[in-house]
C-alpha cells in the first residue's frame, strides 16, 4: 500500500497469491479514488521493490477488477 499511496488516495486494495505455493508470486489489485491517480500509478510499471520487480497495468472495466477478487458479475 506504501509503495503506491504517494499516486493519491487508494479506496480499496487486495493482495492475492497466484498460486497456491508457499512462496508464491502475489497479485494485486488497487483502486484509487480518482483516475489521475490510477494514472501516476501506471508509471510504475516495471519498477523494482527490494527484491521484487513491479507490473502495474490497467484493469479494462470494473467488471474485470471483480472477476479477479473472485465476484461474480451479472448483466441485464
Known amino acids: 500500500k506504501d509503495f503506491f499511496s504517494f499516486?493519491?488516495?487508494?479506496t480499496n486494495l487486495?493482495?492475492?497469491?497466484?498460486?497456491?505455493?508457499?512462496n508464491a508470486e502475489k497479485s494485486a489489485t488497487v483502486?484509487?479514488?480518482?483516475?489521475t491517480a490510477a494514472k501516476t500509478a501506471l508509471l510504475l510499471d516495471?519498477?523494482?521493490l527490494g527484491k521484487s520487480q513491479v507490473?502495474?497495468?490497467?484493469?479494462?472495466t470494473l467488471d474485470d477488477v471483480a472477476a479477479?477478487?473472485?465476484?461474480?458479475t451479472t448483466s441485464e
Do not use: L
Not at 14 to 22: D, K, L
Open 7 to 10: 499516486c493519491g488516495k487508494i
Open 14 to 22: 487486495s493482495i492475492t497469491p497466484v498460486s497456491g505455493e508457499a
Open 31 to 35: 483502486t484509487f479514488e480518482k483516475e
Open 46 to 48: 516495471n519498477t523494482q
Open 55 to 60: 507490473k502495474v497495468s490497467t484493469a479494462s
Open 68 to 72: 479477479k477478487a473472485g465476484a461474480h
